[in-house]
């Protein structure tokens, strides 16, 4: 078929004599409107305590897709599914390669554990709860990062799928002011202030990243913060001081929190506390070198 259509050059003079003649010469187009808007993956973490940070929740969870993550949120939280899914690949890879460098470690006789539980994660395999402390210590240790791990009664309860009172699957209601539990990937004590420090779901699922300008470092916040949570129903699994309750009584003695009658406790729970005062003395030294910088 034949188009009756006619085409003809026409000079840009032309164009001009044209355009003023144009019945919608004085019409502009709408301004585009560019609204900046927190991703959907992110929750705010300011009913934690944790102001101007957000839980960039994973997809998929587990530890490898976390690390996979914290090497570059932004290109993680940018990528599509398939380019996402090659860099977990490629992490899985590098990650168990390392694990040859835990030989002469602490944790050197779980080398091989470790190994194939970050092929599990990768795989989406089920984790004993044991597992999951076992592969943060590993990778932390592979990798120069340490992790502040939060496990939440409310997702412990939707887990574990138990019911409310009513029977419904979801949620435990439970009249206790416990909220969850905080444990660390390795003795905080030991940690170095050049290391990077993540807080992160235990199992994998989120990672706060800071979403705001005015977000404090981590490092800074730490000792105020954990102090906090403590205080409206976290339990922190503070390490425990391999010492004689004599050394222990001696160290604690001098702070001003003791009491005489507290030489009655059991070595056991001394060594928390001051497990607890040594990492608290520590955050807060990093604390006040970051005010001085």
Known sequence: MKSNKH??????????????????????????????????????????????????????TGIVSLMACIQDHNTYS????????????????????????????????????????????????AFEEKDYLEL???????????????KSIIQDNIENGEKGEKGEKGVKQSHSSLKGEVVFSSDPSTWKRE???????????????????????????LATWLSTIEQTGWIIQWPEVDETKTEIVEQLSILPTWQITDK???KEVLAVRLGRANCIKLFTKWSMAELCI
């Open 7 to 60: 085409y003809q050059n026409v000079g840009i003079k032309d164009l001009f004599s044209y355009s003023t003649n144009n019945p919608n010469r004085n019409r502009t187009l709408d301004s585009i409107e560019i609204v900046s808007s927190k991703s959907s993956q992110e929750t705010s973490l300011d009913t934690l305590g944790l102001k101007g940070y957000s839980a960039l929740n994973l997809n998929p």
């Open 78 to 125: 940018l990528s599509n599914t398939g380019a996402r899914l090659q860099l977990i690949i490629d992490l899985t890879t590098k990650l168990q390669e390392q694990t040859d460098t835990l030989k002469n470690t602490a944790l050197g006789r779980k080398r091989r554990k470790i190994h194939d539980l970050i092929g599990a994660s990768y795989n989406g395999t």
């Open 136 to 150: 943060f210590s590993g990778i932390s240790l592979m990798r120069n990062v340490h992790f502040v791990l939060m």
């Open 195 to 221: 290391n990077p420090i993540w807080i992160a779901d235990f199992r994998g699922h989120w990672v706060a990243i800071p979403s705001e300008q005015h977000a404090v470092f981590i490092h800074k916040l």
């Open 264 to 266: 009655k406790l059991v």
